[in-house]
């Protein structure tokens, strides 16, 4: 009996998890016509179809579903081993591919991973920054980045950051043209700075936390982003209230461009976690990973 060729099986994954035939010819390294041929013989060869195409989209059918589910996480399980196999050379060597937000790669990520990719020369890091809840088995990502209270319970979550606090801030031209809040409630009569995370249909509301009361207000204002980067800026030219981890607007407080409010409704709590599949054989250079992002590994100190 003539052996099998898996990769059609291995294109068919590919497009079934990325959900687009031209972007898995890009991770496959050949062309999409090539990938389409593929995925149509093996269907031909099954007398099955797996996926439903459209000008816009695919998407799996029910046999499509069925094989995903019995032969994607083989695929995984291979590519773990081969990498594990870099144990037996002279240094690791591999990619780890993390999803996680803009701010944490400055403040964390960089600096407690710096000196690793000096030491480790065949590591590589891939970051992807996204503010969705990225299902990164699905995505076949290493790992992720998120509050502990988010992620989910069959995940391991190592923390990588010390706890956190909330900041409400405006610039001082705001707040003199607008009364300063009092309380979590007063600031639905202010114009505030939001973000869409695109994991929720809309906006969510600011939580705070005074001894133990915990209170969600829903703000609206004139400006709402998808991702942290310009809301500080935006703050600083006085266009409204805005609400971020303290850090984010570290500077802008130092030297008084943003004056901070409500800080007594800030309590800290659980900072940002690594977190990956419990599942899943560590490669070497993800082991080294984590091992330099933990919290009780702080960054070396510049002389």
Known sequence: MAKHNFNDLLAFVTVARVGSFTRAAVQLGVTQSAVSQVVSGLEARLKIRLLTRTTRSVSL???GERLLE???HRFDEIEAEVEALTELRDKPAGTVRITCGDNIIKTTLLPKLTLLLLQYPDIKLEFDINYGFRDI???RFDAGVRFSDTVAQDMIAVP???P???AVVA???YFAQNPIPEHPRDLAAHRCIDIRFPTY???DAWEFERQGKKLKVRVDGQLVFNSTTHIADAATSGLGIAYLPEDEFAVQLADGRLIRVLEEWCE???GFHLYYPSRRQPSPAFSLVVDALRIDRLPPRPD
């Open 61 to 63: 059918t029910a046999a």
């Open 137 to 139: 088995v699905a995505d």
């Open 171 to 173: 610039a001082p031209s």
């Open 70 to 72: 019995a032969v994607g």
């Open 164 to 166: 956190i606090r909330m």
């Open 268 to 270: 800290p709590f659980s």
């Open 160 to 162: 990588i950051g010390p």
């Open 201 to 203: 249909d809309g906006v």
